[in-house]
């Protein structure tokens, strides 16, 4: 039974998630084994005393090498490159990885975060350590820059590699024959099972007559230039650091201002200005992870949306409260920072959330990273005051009210 009905506009908000990405590989309709995608898998019982080798180096993958490698005669990861690690304990300290996705995080440029990382690693296997750690660091040092691609954010399957229970191969996969795995540096491996964990397409066919071959070719990862605020697409916006939801919340908000008509989009010739801007910045910013279209800067993201929606913190308040303003350049980017006013504010809550909130950098990393970015963000922040109308980020804020 076929149901129609019209409404003034659409959000979709199925996200990403929805249909299994696998590779071809040379070969596979000889393979004696089984050729599966993580989307299929629920534990790892079915794997026990099996070979299994599991291709991709995302989260998901980290949970099912781990959890199967656990379990089964051998298991191998598979990996094109190695990918950065974010522990989720940095460094053994008592907080969580999210406590560090700041904007001194961001004001961290890409060669010196690598640099920092580097150094870090070199001065770990300097000392004396456990194998865990030696492991970790050394794979850290076979990294590129952890601010051009997206972070694994689950280092649980290092453990694996360190006890021996689970193998790495960083390259291509040639071939396979018959049971085996042949990798580019003639290495191979024989499989049971090769379980893809290579994510999801950004599949739209459930939109007759419209075509998105890419989310970056839309506003905001949200609106078609041709359809405009009439069709928003909630949660292809995937922060290398940071939430989604998160991410997901701010697109919300802006739309909701759309639909009440207290914002309007910029004109169709202008959206294609700023979709051409922002997708060449996404493509030089994300060089090492290209392959992921929905990959963005969380902080810079947020920030952007915060200015169209007009919730970006008072300059006056922050500058009044010196310790809100320390959480709020050192502690976890969190909505609430975009909650302290504009649209929808709540400013007594959001500052009791953001000043309950741990700061996961040390008095001596904030010393030794954040001058030069927190000179120059207070230098703004001085400036939009004395200045008012002047420095904004965003042209196009298309406010109606």
């Given at each position: 039974?076929?149901?129609?009905?019209?409404?003034?506009?659409?959000?979709?908000?199925?996200?990403?998630?929805?249909?299994?990405?696998?590779?071809?590989?040379?070969?596979?309709?000889?393979?004696?084994?089984?050729?599966?995608?993580?989307?299929?898998?629920?534990?790892?019982?079915?794997?026990?005393?099996?070979?299994?080798?599991?291709?991709?180096?995302?989260?998901?993958?980290?949970?099912?090498?781990?959890?199967?490698?656990?379990?089964?005669?051998?298991?191998?990861?598979?990996?094109?490159?190695?990918?950065?690690?974010?522990?989720?304990?940095?460094?053994?300290?008592?907080?969580t990885s999210d406590a560090y996705t700041s904007r001194l995080l961001s004001s961290i440029s890409s060669r010196r975060?690598?640099?920092?990382?580097?150094?870090?690693?070199?001065?770990?296997?300097?000392?004396?350590?456990?194998?865990?750690?030696?492991?970790?660091?050394?794979?850290?040092?076979?990294?590129?820059?952890?601010?051009?691609?997206?972070?694994?954010?689950?280092?649980?399957?290092?453990?694996?590699?360190?006890?021996?229970?689970?193998?790495?191969?960083?390259?291509?996969?040639?071939?396979?024959?018959?049971?085996?795995?042949?990798?580019?540096?003639?290495?191979?491996?024989?499989?049971?099972?090769?379980?893809?964990?290579?994510?999801?397409?950004?599949?739209f066919d459930f939109l007759d007559d419209l075509e998105i071959p890419d989310v970056r070719q839309l506003y905001k990862?949200?609106?078609?230039?041709?359809?405009?605020?009439?069709?928003?697409?909630?949660?292809?916006?995937?922060?290398?650091?940071?939430?989604?939801?998160?991410?997901?919340?701010?697109?919300?908000?802006?739309?909701?201002?759309?639909?009440?008509?207290?914002?309007?989009?910029?004109?169709?010739?202008?959206?294609?200005?700023?979709?051409?801007?922002?997708?060449?910045?996404?493509?030089?910013?994300?060089?090492?992870?290209?392959?992921?279209?929905?990959?963005?800067?969380?902080?810079?993201?947020?920030?952007?949306?915060?200015?169209?929606?007009?919730?970006?913190?008072?300059?006056?308040?922050?500058?009044?409260?010196?310790?809100?303003?320390?959480?709020?350049?050192?502690?976890?980017?969190?909505?609430?920072?975009?909650?302290?006013?504009?649209?929808?504010?709540?400013?007594?809550?959001?500052?009791?959330?953001?000043?309950?909130?741990?700061?996961?950098?040390?008095?001596?990393?904030?010393?030794?990273?954040?001058?030069?970015?927190?000179?120059?963000?207070?230098?703004?922040?001085?400036?939009?005051?004395?200045?008012?109308?002047?420095?904004r980020s965003d042209e196009h804020y298309g406010r109606t009210s």
């Open positions: 039974m076929c149901i129609r009905d019209s409404f003034d506009a659409v959000a979709v908000c199925t996200g990403t998630h929805q249909i299994p990405k696998r590779p071809e590989f040379k070969g596979e309709q000889d393979f004696q084994g089984e050729i599966l995608h993580s989307a299929t898998y629920r534990n790892a019982t079915p794997f026990a005393g099996k070979r299994v080798l599991c291709f991709g180096i995302g989260e998901t993958a980290a949970d099912v090498a781990h959890e199967i490698a656990n379990v089964a005669d051998a298991c191998m990861l598979s990996i094109r490159r190695y990918q950065s690690i974010v522990e989720r304990f940095p460094g053994g300290g008592p907080h975060l690598h640099d920092i990382s580097c150094t870090s690693a070199r001065d770990k296997l300097k000392r004396e350590c456990s194998e865990y750690d030696r492991v970790l660091a050394t794979w850290t040092l076979n990294c590129q820059s952890p601010k051009e691609q997206f972070l694994t954010k689950n280092e649980i399957f290092v453990q694996d590699i360190a006890s021996g229970k689970l193998a790495v191969n960083c390259g291509e996969i040639e071939s396979l024959q018959g049971d085996r795995v042949v990798f580019a540096d003639g290495s191979t491996f024989e499989a049971d099972v090769i379980m893809c964990c290579t994510g999801y397409q950004d599949r990862h949200m609106f078609l230039p041709e359809v405009g605020s009439r069709l928003a697409l909630i949660g292809w916006a995937r922060p290398s650091v940071g939430g989604i939801p998160a991410c997901s919340e701010m697109q919300s908000r802006y739309f909701a201002l759309l639909c009440s008509g207290k914002r309007r989009l910029p004109g169709e010739r202008r959206l294609r200005s700023l979709i051409a801007r922002e997708a060449r910045k996404e493509e030089e910013s994300f060089r090492l992870s290209y392959t992921i279209r929905t990959l963005v800067d969380y902080v810079g993201y947020m920030s952007s949306l915060a200015g169209l929606i007009g919730c970006r913190p008072s300059k006056l308040l922050l500058l009044s409260e010196p310790r809100l303003l320390e959480r709020y350049w050192f502690g976890s980017l969190v909505s609430n920072h975009f909650r302290l006013s504009g649209p929808g504010k709540q400013t007594e809550m959001a500052r009791d959330v953001i000043m309950r909130l741990p700061i996961g950098w040390s008095r001596k990393d904030i010393r030794r990273y954040s001058k030069e970015g927190m000179l120059s963000y207070l230098e703004e922040l001085v400036e939009k005051i004395r200045l008012p109308g002047r420095g």
